[in-house]
């Protein structure tokens, strides 16, 4: 079937600008998550949703950063006032159900520039 | 807080080669052990996943990885290495009912003819 999907795959913005990033899950799928992957780095947790409702937003790195789930489905990850910083893969992951046994399926991500 | 560390930041074996990826962590308890694999381009693909019981465990493409609590550690591991197998390799950790993964930065495995 289907996996994880998301779009843009690439995303070339400048600095100040707002951009939304979405991402659709694996149908049936009620957990989904969003990570952050800079050069350089590993993947960082960013918020997790069950359902519409996101239990674990401790990963946000600034107020500028919010996300939301409408329908048990899609989600947007939107960046506000975007620096240069922002520029990352941003990754989307989903699960059958919440919790660490459940496995996170990754889509392809979306490159982000910030110029 | 948690954290995973993998010291190899980039290795490279020859094809048919053995292949050892080090991973450890640093938890208060023994946590959900993960690995995944990303080919260029691709998003993550899990190749195996470690929760109780047996401490080696088999997963996908040939790789295995064994849970040693005194050390910390859980490192992956495969006989005999192909070029398909080159690609950036994460090791992670869930924390029991805890809902996100925390990734190590990642060991990018090139593989020589």
């Known amino acids: 079937g289907a996996g994880v999907s998301q779009s843009p795959s690439n995303k070339v913005t400048e600095k100040g600008k707002d951009v939304e990033l979405r991402c659709d899950p694996i149908s049936g799928h009620t957990a989904l998550y969003w990570y952050r992957q800079s050069l350089g780095q590993g993947l960082e947790f960013l918020i997790y949703?069950?359902?519409?409702?996101?239990?674990?937003k401790s990963g946000l790195p600034s107020d500028r950063f919010s996300a939301e789930r409408t329908g048990g489905s899609v989600s947007t990850l939107t960046i506000q006032r975007t620096q240069q910083e922002d520029s990352a893969v941003y990754l989307c992951?989903?699960?059958?159900?919440?919790?660490?046994?459940?496995?996170?399926?990754f889509g392809p991500g979306t490159r982000l520039t910030v110029l | 807080a948690q954290s995973v560390t993998q010291p190899d930041i980039h290795i490279t074996v020859s094809e048919g080669a053995s292949l050892e990826l080090r991973c450890n962590y640093s938890y208060g308890a023994t946590p959900y052990l993960f690995w995944y694999v990303q080919s260029p381009g691709q998003g993550l693909q899990l190749l195996l996943k470690y929760f109780s019981g047996d401490t080696l465990v088999q997963g996908i493409k040939g790789f295995e990885a064994e849970f040693k609590r005194s050390q910390s550690s859980f490192n992956l591991r495969k006989p005999s290495v192909h070029w398909s197998d080159a690609a950036e390799y994460f090791c992670a950790v869930g924390p029991r009912g805890n809902e996100k993964l925390t990734f190590g930065t990642g060991t990018r495995l090139t593989i020589i003819p």
């Open positions: 949703f069950q359902g519409n409702s996101a239990p674990d």
């Open positions: 992951a989903s699960s059958l159900a919440s919790g660490a046994t459940d496995t996170q399926y």
